[in-house]
């Protein structure tokens, strides 16, 4: 990512000096530290993910999203061209459109009716002429200069993305080579089918999240399900990829039930956990390369294929201490019913109440909890050794260094 402004260092906050080992518990409760990080990841010369083209299949079709708190309008416009502009009309600032969802010809701002095409450019102001030869706006005042701000869009196999900044990077450049290979593995250009949503508040600071995904070794000891169906295991052969631009890719397998000596040091491989129907842990194999795969793609989301689900885990903040999670389940337009059905099967391990993921909202708003107040002190993050380079294992937090040696770099820390 590129760095936008010198940075001016914030008032008492030093890092520990053992670096990136260590994550001071300030950076999840510091309110500067997060209009900071609003600025810096989410409005700076970042690729924020926004939406599927699949949930704006037609012209007219809109989603409303968010980049960071700031809401926008991901439209399809004419000749099939995505649009993505700022809920903010540019009369007075106030949201023009307040569904999530739906289809459009044009959007009128409730509060004095400007009109405005799919595009976002300013199509009709009433009363523009006055009334009676009275009021109006001035003779020069130019439509064409007060459309909705757009922002910079890119489509990456039928998913949406999009950058405040005039001169953001090149989307590829943004990813990197090796999450640009994984995103791709995903989206190929295979039409996509929407399959649902699920939407959770969690209680905690929104780079936990990332933090969750940057965390294989808890996924080994935390979620039950996952080790003892063979989902996810210390045991299997993995990869724990990071990169120097905040993102990282964890790669594991599917093995299915076994008890192995290694799993039977882990306390929640539970043998007496059965179920009478594994349809829900017992995926049909898609990729050629058998690799189960979550990328944490910073700022704005987290890719996971699992079992047979796939998931855009958009994250967005609401504040230091607390961020949503909206879960966009999806397939392939080209999928059997029965891959649809298994896609959404297991997507029961996934979402606010998923047999998996419901661990992980509940530990992380644990964290912010026991972190409330003790902003002096910090986190260890040594597991795995010091470093910062790519591991063939998941008994490591060196995805969580790599990222808070970036995240130090961007915002002067
Ligand atoms: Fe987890």
Not at 198 to 204: E, F, L, V
Request: proline content about 5%.
């Amino acid at each position: 990512m590129q760095q936008a402004t010198i940075i001016s260092p914030i008032k008492n906050r030093h890092w520990p000096e053992e670096g990136w080992t260590r994550v001071p518990y300030w950076v999840y409760s510091d309110p500067e530290i997060y209009q900071r990080e609003l600025d810096t990841f989410f409005y700076g010369p970042s690729w924020n993910y926004v939406a599927l083209d699949c949930e704006v299949p037609e012209q007219g079709c809109y989603k409303r999203s968010w980049i960071g708190e700031r809401q926008v309008i991901v439209v399809r416009g004419e000749n099939d061209q995505i649009f993505v502009w700022e809920n903010r009309c540019a009369h007075r600032g106030a949201r023009v459109c307040w569904k999530n969802k739906g289809k459009e010809e044009s959007f009128t701002c409730p509060y004095h009716q400007w009109n405005f095409a799919l595009d976002g450019s300013l199509q009709g102001v009433p009363l523009k002429r006055g009334v009676l030869r009275k009021g109006g706006m001035p003779s020069d005042f130019d439509n064409a200069d007060h459309g909705l701000k757009r922002l910079r869009v890119h489509v990456e196999g039928g998913s949406i993305w999009a950058s405040f900044h005039d001169d953001p990077p090149p989307f590829e450049t943004f990813c990197g080579a090796e999450v640009l290979t994984a995103l791709r593995r995903q989206f190929s250009g295979k039409g996509l089918r929407l399959l649902g949503y699920n939407r959770q508040r969690i209680p905690s600071n929104w780079k936990l999240y990332f933090e969750n995904l940057k965390d294989p070794y808890h996924a080994t000891l935390l979620h039950s399900f996952l080790i003892t169906f063979g989902l996810w295991r210390a045991d299997t052969q993995s990869e724990s990829i990071p990169t120097d631009s905040g993102h990282s890719i964890m790669v594991s397998r599917n093995v299915g039930k076994k008890k192995t000596e290694a799993a039977s040091e882990i306390k929640r491989f539970k043998e007496e956990l059965e179920l009478f129907d594994k349809d829900t842990v017992t995926p049909r194999n898609e990729f050629d390369d058998g690799k189960v795969v979550a990328v944490t793609h910073f700022p704005s989301v987290v890719i996971h294929q699992q079992a047979n689900t796939f998931g855009m885990r958009h994250v967005i903040p609401k504040g230091p201490d607390s961020f949503e999670l909206a879960w966009t389940f999806f397939g392939y337009e080209d999928d059997d019913e029965e891959m649809t059905r298994l896609r959404v099967r297991h997507a029961n391990l996934y979402g606010p109440a998923g047999f998996v993921a419901m661990e992980d909202g509940e530990v992380l708003s644990e964290s912010q909890l026991g972190t409330h107040h003790y902003a002096h002190r910090s986190a260890v993050v040594e597991m795995g050794g010091r470093g910062v380079e790519p591991q063939d294992h998941m008994v490591t937090e060196v995805l969580i260094r790599a990222f808070y040696k970036h995240y130090r770099e961007l915002m002067g820390l």
